[in-house]
C-alpha cells in the first residue's frame, strides 16, 4: 500500500479558490507600517522639490512651494537645469546607476530581475536625485521617484527579514503603492498601479497588503498634507449624450496617436544620446541644456506644472499656454527623459493630456469646463503607460468628479485599444526591453487549474505483479506494449499499487541478476512512490513534480489506492494544446436550422 504520509492533502483542501493562509496577516501588518513610512517618505521628497527650485530659481533657503515660471534670471535660466543635470550624472556615475530613468521600470526589473532586492543606496540616491532633477526644472513628477524609494524601503525592510521572494515582492510593492497614495491622495489609483504594473498577479496574498499600505499611507497623508482633491474641479454633467461620447471616442483615439508619439519620441531620443561619442554621465546635461532653452521661451513648461494642470482644468489658460505646453512640454520631457536623467512621467502625461484637452475643447461638444483636459488626463495614462483602469481612476480621485466615470471609460479603453494594437510595449516596459528581459502584461487563467488529471492520464499501462517471475519480467521488458514506458507501477493482489519501479532498474535486474526474481523485484522497488489521483488538478501535479524532481507518477484511485493510470510531464502540454484550440479554431455553434426553425419546417412541406 502507498504510504499516507507520501499522499496528498484532501482534495476539498487544495482546491480552494485562493491560495492565501495564516501567513498573510505578518505581511499585512508590516504593510501597514510600510504604508506610514512611505507617506513620510512622501513628504520628505515632496519638500526636496521644494526646497530644491527656491535654491535653483530663487537663490534662497526655503521649503515653501514654489514654481520655477516666477524666476526673475532673465536667459540665464538655461544655464539652470543644466547645472542639476551634471549633478545628477555625477550621482549615477559614482553613487548609483540605479537612479537615472523614472522609476517605475527600474522598480519592475527588482521585482521580476532580482528577487524584490534593492540596494540601501538606491533609497537615498533616487528621491535626492529627483529633487534636483525636478528643482531644477525639469519636466518631471513625483510620482516615479516616490515609487521607486517607497519600494526600495519596502525592499529593505523585506530584506531584514526572514522571507520569501514573493514576500519581499509585496513589501516592495506596498512601499511603491504607499508613497503613491499619499503624494496624489488617491489610494485605490495606487492599488490598481501596482496591480497592472508591479505584481504580475491578482491573488490575496498581494492584494491585502497592498491594499492596507496604500490605505495607511493615505490615512496618514491626512495629518502630514491634507486631504485631496488634488486637482479640484467644477461640476460636470451626469450623462453627456451621443455626442459626447463621440467626442470621447475622438479624445481617445488622439489620446492613443498622443502617447505612441511621446513613447517613439523618448526612445528616439535615447537611441540619439547612445550613439555621441561620450561617457553617459554626461548626457543629463545635454538633456538640461534642451530643458533650459524652452523654460527660456515657455517657463510654464519647467518643473511639475501642478500648478498649471490646475489652471487647464479649471478652463483658466489661454490658448496659446496650452499649445506652448502641449509642444515644448513633449520636447523637452522627451529628451530629457531618454538621456537618463531622474524623474517620473504621470505628472508631465497629465499636464500634456491636458493639454490635448484644451486643443480638443476648440472643436468637440461643450460639455463643461475642464471636462476635456480632465478626460484627455485619463486617456493619456491609459494608453500610454498600458494601465487603463488606474488612468480612470487616478483622475476621479485626482479631480473627485465622479460623473466623470462614463467619459473617462470610453476614452480610456479606445486609447488602451489604440496603443496596444499600433506598438508592441509600453513606454514602461520598452526600457525593460532593452535591457535584455520579456515581460508579458497579460493576466488569463492557467489552462493547468481547470484541467484534471483523469482528462490527460493514460490508461493503457503496462504494470508489474510484486510476485512475477524472472521470465514474465524479461517478457515484459521486450513487448511492444512497453516501449517507451519509463516507470513501471508494481500491484498486489488487489491491484494496490505497492511501488514503482524505473526501466533502467528492471532492465539491469533482467540482464545482470537472473534466478529469484521476486526476491530481486523487492529489492530494488521503491516502496514509497509519489503518485497522483484523478481529481487533482494538473497545476497541483506540476508543483509536486518540481517538489520532488519526478515526472512520472502512477494514478491511483483515492479509496483502494488502485492503479487506473500514468500521468506524465509530456501529458501535461495537452492542457495548453486544448489552450491553443480554444482560442485558434473558429465554428459556427448554431446553425442555420435552429435560427430559422419554421423556414425549415415550410421546406419539409414543400418537399413532400
Known amino acids: 500500500m502507498v504510504d499516507a504520509a507520501a499522499r496528498p492533502r484532501d482534495i476539498a483542501d487544495e482546491l480552494a479558490d485562493f491560495t492565501a493562509n495564516k501567513r498573510l496577516l505578518t505581511i499585512a501588518a508590516i504593510a501597514i507600517v510600510i504604508g506610514v513610512i512611505s507617506a513620510y517618505l512622501a513628504l520628505a521628497l515632496l519638500t526636496l522639490i521644494n526646497f530644491s527650485t527656491n535654491l535653483f530659481f530663487f537663490q534662497r533657503l526655503s521649503t515653501a512651494p514654489a514654481m520655477p515660471a516666477a524666476h526673475t534670471l532673465g536667459p540665464f535660466v ?96 506596498a512601499g511603491a503603492a504607499g508613497g503613491m497614495s499619499a503624494t496624489f491622495a488617491t489610494p485605490l489609483a495606487a492599488v490598481l498601479l501596482a496591480v497592472e504594473l508591479l505584481l504580475f498577479e491578482w491573488k490575496p496574498r498581494s492584494l491585502v497588503p497592498v491594499a492596507l499600505a496604500s490605505a495607511t499611507a493615505a490615512a496618514t497623508r491626512r495629518y502630514i498634507m491634507g486631504l485631496g482633491p488634488l486637482f479640484p474641479v467644477p461640476a460636470h454633467p451626469v450623462f453627456i449624450g ?55 521661451f515657455f517657463p510654464q513648461a ?117 496603443t496596444v494594437l499600433v506598438m508592441r510595449r509600453s513606454i514602461l516596459t520598452e526600457k525593460v526591453a532593452r535591457r535584455g528581459y520579456h515581460l508579458s502584461r497579460e493576466y488569463a487563467t492557467d489552462p493547468l487549474e481547470i484541467l484534471f488529471v483523469r482528462e490527460v492520464m493514460r490508461t493503457s499501462v503496462v504494470a508489474l505483479v510484486a510476485d512475477a517471475p524472472h521470465d514474465h519480467l524479461r517478457h515484459t521488458l521486450r513487448g511492444d506494449g512497453s516501449r517507451g514506458q519509463r516507470l513501471y507501477p508494481v500491484v498486489g493482489r488487489q491491484q494496490e499499487v505497492v511501488g514503482v519501479v524505473t526501466r533502467a532498474d528492471l532492465q539491469t535486474l533482467v540482464d545482470d541478476a537472473p534466478g529469484n526474481a521476486d526476491a530481486q523485484l523487492a529489492a530494488i522497488l521503491k516502496r514509497r512512490p509519489t503518485v497522483a489521483y484523478p481529481d487533482e488538478s494538473l497545476r497541483m501535479i506540476v508543483h509536486r513534480m518540481a517538489e520532488s524532481g519526478l515526472t512520472r507518477f502512477p494514478v491511483v484511485s483515492r479509496d483502494e489506492q488502485r492503479l487506473v493510470g500514468m500521468v506524465a510531464l509530456t501529458d501535461l502540454l495537452k492542457a495548453r494544446t486544448l489552450n491553443l484550440d480554444a482560442e485558434r479554431r473558429r ?14 419546417k415550410r421546406q419539409r412541406k414543400e418537399l413532400t
Open 302 to 418: 519647467l518643473g511639475v506644472g501642478y500648478d498649471v494642470i490646475g489652471d487647464m482644468l479649471q478652463g483658466d489658460v489661454a490658448g496659446r499656454v496650452v499649445v506652448g505646453v502641449l509642444i515644448v512640454k513633449s520636447i523637452i520631457w522627451s529628451v530629457s527623459l531618454g538621456s537618463g536623467t531622474s524623474g517620473g512621467v504621470l505628472a508631465p502625461l497629465l499636464m500634456m493630456g491636458g493639454a490635448l484637452g484644451g486643443v480638443e475643447s476648440w472643436f468637440l461638444p461643450a460639455e463643461g469646463v475642464g471636462f476635456w483636459p480632465l478626460v484627455s488626463m485619463g486617456a493619456i495614462l491609459g494608453g500610454t503607460m498600458r494601465s487603463p483602469l488606474t488612468g480612470v481612476v487616478f483622475a476621479l480621485e485626482l479631480t473627485h468628479d465622479v460623473n466623470m466615470m462614463l467619459p473617462l471609460l470610453v476614452a480610456v479603453t479606445i486609447a488602451h485599444a489604440f
Open 78 to 173: 538655461v544655464l539652470v537645469p543644466v547645472v542639476g543635470a551634471l549633478i545628477i550624472g555625477f550621482m549615477a556615475r559614482y553613487g548609483s546607476e540605479r537612479i537615472r530613468g523614472h522609476g517605475i521600470p527600474e522598480a519592475i526589473e527588482a521585482i521580476l530581475i532580482n528577487g524584490s532586492r534593492v540596494e540601501p543606496k538606491v533609497a537615498l540616491l533616487k528621491p535626492l536625485s529627483s529633487a534636483i532633477s525636478i528643482g531644477s526644472g525639469g519636466p518631471f513628477g513625483a510620482e516615479g521617484p516616490i515609487i521607486m524609494t517607497g519600494g526600495a524601503v519596502g525592499s529593505l525592510l523585506a530584506q531584514f527579514l526572514h522571507l520569501t521572494s514573493a514576500e519581499r515582492k509585496t513589501l516592495l510593492v
Open 587 to 600: 465554428e459556427r455553434v448554431l446553425g442555420a436550422h435552429i435560427a430559422f426553425p419554421f423556414g425549415e
Open 242 to 296: 451621443p455626442q459626447g461620447l463621440i467626442g470621447c471616442i475622438i479624445a481617445g483615439l488622439l489620446a492613443g496617436l498622443l502617447s505612441a508619439g511621446l513613447t517613439q519620441a523618448v526612445y528616439a531620443a535615447e537611441d540619439a544620446f547612445q550613439r555621441l561619442p561620450i561617457h553617459w554621465m554626461w548626457w543629463p546635461a545635454i538633456g538640461g541644456l534642451v530643458i533650459g532653452v524652452g523654460g527660456l
